[in-house]
């Protein structure tokens, strides 16, 4: 199993994540890569001395910033090129919790995608979610839950667990933060096994940022909205209702 961590400028919580994900690392997990995308912060430095330090960490640097989703689609390809059978994917400021690692190796192999979510009834709260990310995050689920009869609660949560021969990455394009707009429409259209897991929702800081133009929640809503079409197209996927 190969666990995957997209890092973009997060020198200041590398070092303390990276020493307490290796506290729990579960042992199926044979290797983890980090895919720093173009950081201008010193995380490139502080990978590259990790990855001597460890021998189990493995870095991708980028020299330009090409976006989340690319990670996400870069994580699967090195996953399925090298064979593994599964892959994490979990993000490195902070907001998921290392000890919750085991808890996605428990959840039935068959299961294709395992789904963090952070709002379940069993997610523990700490902090306090940006109100525009739950509002555009319960209206894209929402949406989500009518079109294909599901019943997720978290469609935007980095922390996943991907069987590989269920996962065709050369089939995805989307490189933003959009990603998993295009990655539910395969979804529905390989008829894929999901199952959500309840994960901690942490917001310890209000100073996050998408971008300039991905702060305003209008437009945002649109990029997701607008990924979400084409992705339905690419993959022919219809849902039952709008
Ligand atoms: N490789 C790569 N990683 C990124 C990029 N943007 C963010 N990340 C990483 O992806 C993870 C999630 O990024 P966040 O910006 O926190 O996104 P989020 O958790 O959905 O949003 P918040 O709710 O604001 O925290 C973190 O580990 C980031 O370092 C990027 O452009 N490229
Ligand atoms: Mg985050």
Known sequence: MLLAIPVYNEASSLREVFSEI??????????IVA???????GSAEILDELSKEQSIIFVRHHRQNHGYGCAMI???????KHGYSHLITMDCDRQH?????????NVDPDIDVVSGSRYLPESRRQGHAPEDRVEINSRITARLNR???WSLTDSFC?????KMERIDPALFSETGYAFPMEFWPYCQGKGLKIQELAVSRIYTTDSRSFGEDLDRRRR???YYLNT?????KKFQVRGSRA
Do not use: N
């Open 228 to 232: 979400f079409r084409k992705a339905e």
């Open 158 to 162: 980095g922390f996943k667990r991907y």
């Open 35 to 41: 895919i720093d995308d173009g950081s201008t912060d």
């Open 74 to 80: 870069e994580s699967m390809k090195i996953a399925q």
């Open 147 to 149: 079109r294909y009869g």
């Open 22 to 31: 290796l506290d729990h690392l579960p042992e199926q997990i044979q290797a």
């Open 97 to 105: 919790r290392p000890e919750d690692l085991i808890r996605f190796l």
């Open 220 to 222: 945002r809503y649109r």
